[in-house]
C-alpha cells in the first residue's frame, strides 16, 4: 500500500513573522462510494452485494442514532465511534447548562486491526 504526498510551504497562524516550514500533504487518489464497498464486500464473503448495502445502510442509520442517545459505538477492532462538545466556560458550576454546548463533533478511535493496517502504509511522493 501506497499513499501519496505533496509538498507544502505553512506558516504559523500564532506567529506570522516566525519562518515557513515545509511539509507533506497527504494527496487522495480518489473516493470509494458505498455501492463499490458493497460490491468488495460481497467479492471476499458469502454475502450478496445487495445484503451488504442493506446492512451497511442500516448500520449508518444505527450509529448515529445510538450517539444521539449518548453511547460510544465500539466497532470492535475496526475502532469507536464517540461525540466530542465545544462549550463556552461558566465562572460556577451552578451556572453550566446544555445551551453552552455550542458545536457536537464526531470522533473516531481506530482499533488494534486498523492501527494495524495503517502501520503499513508506505509514503511516496505524488
Known sequence: MSVKFNVVERGRPADPQAPKKFYPS???SG????????QEI??????????TMAVIEALLIIIPDE???GNIV????????????KAEGSDTPDDVD????????????PGKEFKQVLDTVEYERA
Open 26 to 28: 497527504i494527496v487522495y
Open 31 to 38: 473516493r470509494v462510494t458505498l455501492r463499490q464497498l458493497a
Open 42 to 51: 460481497a467479492r471476499v464473503s458469502t454475502v450478496s452485494s445487495a445484503d
Open 67 to 69: 450517539l444521539a442517545n
Open 74 to 85: 465500539e466497532l470492535g477492532d475496526f475502532g469507536s465511534f464517540w461525540l466530542q462538545s
Open 98 to 109: 446544555g445551551d453552552q454546548i455550542t458545536r457536537i463533533l464526531p470522533r473516531f478511535i
